[in-house]
């Protein structure tokens, strides 16, 4: 559930009309609903009520430090993965025993960022890194809690370049290799193996391939507590999927009873790391349809976002519901159109042979199901300005990030000095 609704047929995002943001900001935007995601995170809480468990909403999903701020305030810690992460979630006003740093290929700098500022733990994805956390963790003079990431070589059945569970994927350590290299990182004297961690994939819509990695996960935990290691944490990750344009997806509810199944026996805290399930509803994007063309056999609306703003069609054939900001009569005629972008690709498509009701140049559109990885993988392409944030509470709103400006954005770029140098100085036209 989301706070996104007609009333009185117009879109509403809380108490605040659609129309009146993007009258006021312009657009293309971003919108956030603050009850949706303090909803979204308490739901997810609930769901493991009882348990030791602290969640550590994953700051990729969105990291606008306005979001994360509004989740630290209901008590989430947060999961990042590079230093310009850390630095947002320290600057939210997280607590740092409350960040958990995971990633692939953390390099020293960030490794020494994270120990320097106190975080919870590092999840370390294999040897190479390991010896690195230990070699930055000696030269600061401290102990640096590690969990070992294990890859369970499950098949966690969503989109193949968001599954990475599987053994042929980088991440984490095979899970037959872990008791291995713990014996080997515990004779290590600057880290301290805290527990394990694991994350196999996003936009899980079945519980299935939770169930057979949280089954691998015990099974290595046993192996190690025979061994004398005391388990103080696990990590499970995050991947619990949502709808996007009515699919289906699992209940946290349902989630929440798994994790009981197969942990709620252990003394070890519980650490979780959603991201999608509680951003991704509580933030939409919103466009205004430029053009509407006739094509030879199509019908185009052109809007004024792109897949610059939204990669998530382009890059994953993601299917995200538009409905149009002031709400179609119950008898509007509906004409099939594909909703384009601007960007020169074919592929800046937002949806094709969509059921649409008239719309004209100057409409609002609504791409919903946007708040998680929607705006942190925009980029500039085209030299389209990244686009703002806002931000709704009951009747307020705010801008949280503002519109990029080109020309600042351009004072980064350089003419080199061979060819005249002065960037941004327009040479005189001969
Ligand atoms: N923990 C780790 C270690 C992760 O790599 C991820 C996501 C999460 C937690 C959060 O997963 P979530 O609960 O959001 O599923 N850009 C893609 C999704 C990439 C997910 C990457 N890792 C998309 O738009 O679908």
Excluded at 8 to 26: L, P, R
Excluded at 123 to 149: D, F, K, Q, T, Y
Aim: glycine residues 10%.
């Amino acid at each position: 559930m989301d706070h996104f609704e007609y009333r009185n047929g117009e879109m509403y995002a809380e108490n605040v009309s659609i129309s009146a943001i993007a009258d006021d900001v312009g657009t293309p935007f971003y919108c956030y609903s603050t009850a949706t995601l303090v909803r979204h995170y308490k739901v997810f809480t609930d769901a493991l009520a009882g348990l030791p468990a602290l969640v550590c909403y994953s700051v990729k999903a969105n990291s606008n430090i306005a979001v994360i701020r509004t989740l630290a305030e209901q008590g989430a810690g947060v999961d990042v993965v590079s230093s310009g992460e850390l630095t947002r979630a320290l600057r939210a006003g997280v607590a740092p025993d409350r960040i958990v740093f995971s990633g692939v290929g953390k390099t020293g700098g960030e490794i020494s960022h994270a120990l320097k500022s106190g975080i919870l733990q590092i999840n370390v994805e294999s040897e190479p890194e390991l010896a690195m956390v230990n070699l930055v963790a000696g030269e600061l003079n401290c102990i640096a809690p590690v969990a070992i990431r294990v890859n369970p070589d499950i098949d966690a059945l969503t989109h193949d370049k968001i599954s990475t569970g599987r053994k042929e994927n980088k991440f984490g350590i095979e899970w037959t290799r872990v008791h291995e290299v713990v014996t080997e990182a515990r004779e290590l004297a600057n880290v301290d193996i805290t527990g394990l961690a694991m994350h196999i994939g996003s936009q899980l819509t079945d519980l299935e391939p939770f169930r057979d990695a949280f089954q691998r996960l015990r099974d290595v935990v046993a192996i190690l507590s025979a061994d004398g290691l005391i388990i103080q944490r696990l990590d499970l990750g995050g991947g619990l999927g949502i709808p996007y344009d009515g699919g289906i997806a699992p209940s946290p509810e349902d989630y929440g009873r798994l994790v009981r199944e197969y942990f709620a026996d252990l003394e070890c805290e519980l650490l979780f790391e959603p991201g999608r399930l509680i951003a991704g509803n509580a933030g939409i994007l919103v466009t205004k349809v430029i053009y509407v063309k006739e094509g030879a056999s199509r019908k185009f609306v052109i809007v004024d976002a792109a897949m610059n703003d939204l990669m998530r069609p382009a890059l994953y054939g993601a299917t995200h519901q538009i409905v149009p900001a002031t709400e179609p009569s119950g008898d509007a005629a509906l004409t099939d159109a594909d909703v384009v972008g601007p960007v020169c690709e074919t592929g800046d498509t937002f949806a094709t042979g969509l059921a649409l009701p008239p719309l004209n140049a100057g409409d609002y559109l609504i791409i919903r199901t946007a708040g998680a990885y929607g705006a942190v993988m925009a980029s500039a392409y085209n030299s389209r300005a990244l686009v703002p944030e806002v931000m709704v509470s009951g009747d307020a709103f705010q801008i949280i990030r503002h519109r990029m400006d080109i020309d600042a954005f351009l004072e980064l770029e350089q003419i080199p000095d061979w060819l005249g140098g002065n960037a941004g100085e327009p040479k005189e036209a001969t």
